[in-house]
C-alpha cells in the first residue's frame, strides 16, 4: 500500500459520473436526467453518490424551489462538462482515424418522431452516405440539455432558448374527432383530449395547445403514440391533436373530422437546432444544408410512416455502468 503524500483511493472519477453529474445540473432532477440518458433513477442515483464519495462534497443540495449547486459543485459542473465535450472529441478522432461512418444523433418529439423526422432521415441517409445516424425522444427541455453537453448533435422540433436555430419547415396542427362529435357549450376543455407522450411536455407544440384552451388533467389521455390517439378519437372518445397532412388521409376516409374550435388550426414552424458553426459537427452541417432542399421538403410533407424510430440512447447509455 502507498503511504504518506502521494496515497492514491483505488475509486477513480468516470467520464459517466460527469455525464450524470452535468445533466442532473442542468435538468434539475434525477428522474430527468434518467429520462434524458435512457436509464434508470437508481443508476443516476448511483453514479451521482460515487462522484460524490470521490470527491468528499455534496455538489448538489435540495432546496426549497428544488435543487442548486453548492459552491464546489458550481466550480466542478464548468470542468465536468468540458470534459464530457472533450470525450466527444475523442470518439470522434477515433471514428475518423478507423475510417467508420460519422454519426449524427438526431433527438425530437414524440409525435414528430412518427411521422416527419423519419422521413426526413431516410431522405438524408440516402442522399448523403457514409452517415450512421439515430434518432430519439426527448422532451424539450431534454432536447436543449443533450444539444449543449453534445450528447446530441440535432434537435428537430420547436425551437430550443440559446440554440442555433434554423426554420425549415410550416406546418398545421389540428384537432380531429368523430364525424359526429359536437363540441358543447362548455367548449373544448369539457372534452377528453387524447394525446401522445408529447402532450405531457408543457413546452412542446401540444403541450402548448392543452394550456391555451386550459385543459384540465383529468380530461387528458395518453397513449403509447400519435396513431394509437387518433384510433381512439375515431372511436369517439375525445379529441386528437394532429399535423394537419399527416392526418389527411383518414379524414379524406371519413374515419376522423377536422373539429371547428376557435384559434384553429394553429400554423407552426419546425425547426431544426444545433450547436453555433465552430462547434457543430460535419454530419450536423450537412443534414442543416440538406433540409432547404427540395428533397427534404418532399419527404416532410409525404403522409406517410417513413422509417421507425428508435428510444434515444446517446452515448453514455453503452457505456455508463462498465
Not at 15 to 36: T, Y
Request: charged content about 20%.
Amino acid at each position: 500500500m502507498a503511504t504518506g503524500k502521494w496515497a492514491y483511493s483505488s475509486a477513480t472519477v468516470t467520464l459517466a459520473q460527469l455525464k450524470v453529474f452535468v445533466l442532473v445540473s442542468r435538468l434539475g432532477s434525477v428522474r430527468a436526467a434518467a429520462a434524458a440518458l435512457g436509464v434508470s433513477e437508481p443508476a443516476v442515483s448511483q453514479a451521482l453518490a460515487a462522484l460524490r464519495q470521490h470527491l468528499d462534497d455534496p455538489l448538489i443540495s435540495r432546496s426549497g424551489t428544488g435543487m442548486e449547486l453548492t459552491p464546489a459543485g458550481r466550480r466542478v459542473v464548468t470542468i465536468a462538462s468540458q470534459m464530457v465535450n472533450l470525450a466527444v472529441d475523442a470518439e470522434v478522432a477515433v471514428r475518423q482515424s478507423n475510417g467508420a461512418a460519422e454519426l449524427l444523433r438526431v433527438v425530437t418529439t414524440s409525435t414528430l418522431s412518427q411521422s416527419i423526422v423519419p422521413a426526413l432521415l431516410q431522405a438524408f441517409t440516402a442522399r448523403a452516405g457514409g452517415i450512421e445516424v439515430s434518432l430519439g425522444v426527448a422532451t424539450t427541455e431534454e432536447m436543449a440539455a443533450l444539444i449543449e453537453e453534445r450528447l446530441a448533435d440535432v434537435a428537430v422540433g420547436p425551437r430550443l432558448p440559446g440554440i442555433d436555430a434554423e426554420a425549415v419547415m410550416r406546418y398545421r396542427m389540428t384537432l380531429v374527432g368523430h364525424p359526429d362529435l359536437r363540441v358543447n357549450g362548455g367548449g373544448l376543455a369539457d372534452l377528453r383530449w387524447l394525446v401522445d407522450p408529447t402532450g405531457t411536455d408543457p413546452h412542446s407544440d401540444v403541450g402548448s395547445l392543452l394550456a391555451r384552451y386550459r385543459v384540465p388533467e383529468s380530461r387528458i389521455r395518453v397513449f403509447a403514440n400519435e396513431k394509437a390517439a387518433w384510433s381512439a378519437a375515431a372511436a369517439g372518445d375525445g379529441v386528437a391533436p394532429a399535423i394537419d397532412h399527416m392526418v389527411a388521409a383518414e379524414v379524406d376516409r371519413g374515419a376522423l373530422t377536422r373539429v371547428r374550435a376557435p384559434d384553429m388550426p394553429v400554423d407552426l414552424l419546425l425547426y431544426v437546432n444545433s450547436l453555433e458553426s465552430q462547434r457543430r459537427s460535419s454530419a450536423a452541417d450537412k443534414l442543416r444544408r440538406f433540409v432547404r432542399t427540395p428533397d427534404a421538403m418532399q419527404a416532410m410533407y409525404r403522409p406517410d410512416n417513413g422509417v421507425p424510430a428508435a428510444k434515444f440512447r446517446p452515448p453514455v447509455y453503452v457505456t455508463l455502468w462498465s
